[in-house]
């Protein structure tokens, strides 16, 4: 089983940057294909961008391609995802995901607020 506690988000204005982390537990961090997944109010839960378990393969939603980045560090059991550019629109509730052929964990979340 593995437990994730995502970090890093907050307010800020339209155009700035934030770096989401998300830490895990468990030895077989490595193992998994993590991913980062949003929702906005009234909206329901999206895809973002996923990291394979090496970090040599990743895959975005077409809404943030070319503005974030995700990435991972297996010796810190963490996954991060650098948002640059940030518009209003990209204000939700983003949860860290850890999949292992199809079985899937997910962290409590960390709210990310774009102001216009």
């Known amino acids: 089983q593995v437990q994730l506690v995502e970090s890093g988000g907050g307010l800020v204005q339209a155009g700035g940057s934030l770096r989401l982390s998300c830490a895990a537990s468990?030895?077989?961090?490595?193992?998994?294909?993590m991913g980062w997944f949003r929702q906005a109010p009234g909206k329901e839960r999206e895809f973002v961008a996923r990291?394979?378990?090496?970090?040599?393969?990743?895959l975005y939603a077409d809404s943030v391609k070319g503005r974030f980045t995700i990435s991972r560090d297996n010796a810190k059991n963490t996954v991060y995802l650098q948002m640059n550019s940030l518009k209003p629109e990209d204000t939700a509730f983003y949860y860290c995901?850890?999949?292992?052929?199809?079985?899937?964990?997910w962290g409590q979340g960390t709210q990310v607020t774009v102001s216009s």
């Open positions: 995901n850890a999949d292992l052929l199809g079985v899937g964990y």
């Open positions: 990291v394979s378990w090496g970090g040599h393969t990743t």
């Open positions: 468990g030895r077989t961090f490595s193992s998994y294909t």
